[in-house]
Nanobody, 124 residues
Framework: QVQLVESGGGLVQAGGSLRLSCTASTRIFGSSAMGWFRQAPGKEREFVAAITWNGGTTSYSSSVQGRFTITRDNAQNTMYLQMNSLKSEDTAVYYC?????????????????WGKGTLVTVSS
């Protein structure tokens, strides 16, 4: 069974930076597209960023484009989300996801595997 574990969340001031990590428990990581979603209090879960299995293609929501960067290290079974210029509206629980089909990250919230989430709080 694939297990995804997020880390790196915490409290940061507006304008600051955080780096989230997501580590997969099995080697399926290397053949899956990976991505991040987030869910703010009282809101629906939304797409943040995704990356293809080899890291060759990435995509971002318009709200984080230019501020967040998604990368992956297949040798370490780990994906990262570098978040810069954080805003209060970035406050949310961030979820790591793995999915066979890359395009589904932006068209569906039904992913093959989910992590349990890590909380990011941005104070203004």
């Amino acid at each position: 069974q694939v297990q995804l574990v997020e880390s790196g969340g915490g409290l940061v001031q507006a304008g600051g930076s955080l780096r989230l990590s997501c580590t997969a428990s099995t080697r399926i990581f290397g053949s899956s597209a990976m991505g991040w979603f987030r869910q703010a209090p009282g809101k629906e879960r939304e797409f943040v960023a995704a990356i293809t299995w080899n890291g060759g293609t990435t995509s971002y929501s318009s709200s984080v484009q230019g501020r967040f960067t998604i990368t992956r290290d297949n040798a370490q079974n780990t994906m990262y989300l570098q978040m810069n210029s954080l805003k209060s509206e970035d406050t949310a629980v961030y979820y790591c996801a793995a999915n066979w089909i890359y395009s589904e990250f932006q068209t569906s919230h039904t992913m093959d595997h989910w992590g349990k989430g890590t909380l990011v709080t941005v104070s203004s």
